[in-house]
């Protein structure tokens, strides 16, 4: 069977927007109780990769993700060449450390190149203990890049504490690294977010209505941390 055409992709695209419309509008219940997953990619998700895709570059040398190493395996191409993935619970088959990053000293300094740290902050109460311990793992001239939610429903799966606005990261951020080299971005706008929290998929909104930036409404917060060289 051939793929489908672009006419044919249009056309699916443009009745899953329009069936997108009136799921926002329709009662209390929203058309997803996790995040969409199961209509197709979060539209936190979508912002996510968009955002590591932009910094694919820092995704080189020795590298750690937090639960498994989806973004580091998808966006780092053949840069690492040591990957480690980081969890709290020894019990995560993907694991190969486990360690709690709020109690001091729990990895040695200066060990990897890049960290991706892709939705755990919100779940750590200690976020200035957690962001201090990533600053030190980081080596000289490392990369930290950070996503949080800023609008999202809350999982009750988890230990969520806080939604995040991008003055939080930054401040956050700036407490250990040079504010010179923090950058932080929004991502969403009024709609997104809308239908971020009645768990609509990406693709039922239009892809002009993804891409439009309200920093008052934002979907997904992203930053990059550069640790000094000295």
């Known amino acids: 069977m051939k793929p489908p055409g672009r006419i044919a992709r249009v ?32 539209i936190h998700r979508h912002y996510i990769d968009d955002f590591i895709r932009a910094h694919a570059d820092r995704i080189q040398g020795r590298c ?4 498994d190493a989806s973004y580091t395996r ?19 088959p993907h ?41 030190e793992l980081l080596a000289p001239g490392g990369t930290l890049l950070v996503a949080v939610p800023a609008t999202a429903m809350v999982d009750p799966e988890w230990t969520e504490y806080r939604r995040w606005t991008a003055l939080g990261i930054t401040t956050l951020l700036e407490q250990f690294f040079d504010p010179s080299a923090v950058q932080v971005q929004t991502y969403g ?25 309200d920093e008052h409404f934002p979907v997904e917060v992203c930053a990059q941390a550069v640790k000094s060289d000295a």
């Open 95 to 135: 694991a190969t450390v486990v360690a709690d990053l709020t109690k001091p000293h729990s990895l040695p300094p200066n060990t990897y190149d890049c960290i991706i740290c892709v939705h755990v902050l919100h779940l750590v109460y200690d976020a200035d203990a957690f962001t201090r311990a990533l600053h």
């Open 11 to 42: 056309t699916r695209r443009g009745f899953r927007v329009v069936r997108g419309r009136v799921l926002l509008a329709r009662g209390v219940r929203p058309a997803s109780r996790t995040f969409g997953f199961e209509r197709g990619q979060p």
């Open 189 to 213: 706008n009024s709609l997104a977010a809308a239908a971020e929290m009645r768990g609509l998929a990406a693709d039922e909104i239009a892809p002009w209505e993804l891409r439009a930036t």
């Open 74 to 92: 998808r966006f780092g191409g053949n840069r690492p060449d040591h990957v480690d993935v980081l969890d709290l619970d020894d019990s995560n």
């Open 64 to 67: 750690v993700e937090f639960h």
